[in-house]
């Protein structure tokens, strides 16, 4: 028998008994269903939880429960008693902290070391955040003079838009859905969540964490499953959703973006990237490989925002490529609870595909693998699981595939450039615009590259360094929107504008 759902054996990966049954949430209380699918270890392979998938019907459900929410005792309340409701879950789920360290290895096979000090860390932070951003945040209000001389008052008020649909994929589960729930909530809507079908267990561990921090039944709704013809599709397309948030792969978001367009309704879009990384001879170079470490390996490159394409001023190339691939081979294969694990699976059998297969293809496009390039054998339960070799990668032009086409793993690829108009054309030729980092000693530069870089993120001298106030999305093909900050308000309200003749 198990030991409860989110038991300490997950921190190795490891079923404890029967896999536990993940339900959906609605209105306030966990449903079954008819169906159910399994979800899998990518540490090991073996079934940790059936997972209760939604049908239209259940979908309905959460939607008509988000609706007449809105009319309930959250939609009563202002700004500031939404705020101390958003202040209780983030200390729910810090008091829960071991709880969802667990729930979120189970499902990824991260390492706890990530897991505790950022993905729980910065769930709890997104509801600080969203509920001071939010009870802080002033409208406009402008004085109008008529024709005739007289006077008008124009102010802006801020209204919730009412059912939020909320679809996540899988890399930091519990950080993306968080990221998206905690505004939205802040600013009084209701939500129905459709967490990635590999990664069901922290969405399901928030939706006790929300009955017991005291948010009223029905402004949290969990409905689990796939996405076409399956939870996610009877989401997009329901007629009583009016906003859809949604963070993704570019090709999802545009499935989702037809959908919406034929409900005319308002969508957030964090997609894909291929995030270019430029490293100048002048950099201080120990920072530059160790940042490129962070940001081409952390969480097995399982993140939109890694860097899958350096480029290196030449003077410093041949060294730099020398310690990145020595640094590559060295990070540690351990179990997700050994607290120096540097490699961590990838989701699934299905991805470690995609990532192989594009290791193939690097080869078959001329690639010269400095790192990795394979599959690690461990001899023991973790070759059942998802895990590849961090790999480092150079001698391919700017046009090949593997330059060009998101990954998704703990792989970049490292070429020269000469100077800096190069350096940022080099990084400006791709189809998407989410992030780069920029390795350099010169203030200047630094300032041209924020100008120059067609991302919606550029970082100088580190990576992924987050502040929930500042504007967070993607260029191209890597998004539609910006949230963060009052951005997030922007989506999650509607504004009116009272026009007042005095
Ligand atoms: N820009 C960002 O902020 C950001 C952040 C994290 C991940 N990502 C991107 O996410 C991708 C990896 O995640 P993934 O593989 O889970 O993405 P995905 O697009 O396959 O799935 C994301 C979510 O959408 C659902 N879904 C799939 N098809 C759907 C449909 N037709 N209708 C409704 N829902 C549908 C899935 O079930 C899942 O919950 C990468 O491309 C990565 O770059 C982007
Ligand atoms: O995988 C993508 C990471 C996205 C990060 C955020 O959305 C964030 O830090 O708010």
Redo the contacts with the bound molecule.
Sequence with gaps: MSRGLWHPGLLAGRPDGEPGLLRNFVGGAFTGSAKTFTKSSPVTGEALFEVAEADAGTVDAAVDAARAALRGPWGRMGEQQRAAVLRRVADELERRFEDVVAAEIGDTGKSVTQARTLDVP?GAANFRAFADIAASTPTESFTTVTADGGRALNYAVRKPVGVVAVIVPW??PL??LT?KVAPALACGNTVVVKPSEETPSSATLLAEVMAAAGVPDGVFNLVHGFGPDSAGEFLTRHPGVDAITF?GESATGSAIGKVAADGVKAVSF?LGGKNAGLVFADADLDAAVEGSVRSSFTNGGQ???CTERLYVQRPVFEEFAQRLAERAGGLAFGWPSDEATGNIPLISRQHREKVLGHYRLAREEGATVLAGGGVPVFGDARDGGWYVQPTVLTGLGPQTRTNREEIFGPVCHIAPFDDEDEAFALANDSEYGLAATVWTRDVGRAHRAGAALDAGLVWVNTW?L?D?RTP?GGMKASGVGRE?GVHSLDFYTELTNVCVQL
């Design positions: 910065r890399n930091l950080l993306l990221w963070t964090e993140v939109c925002l992924f987050r929930l967070f963060g």
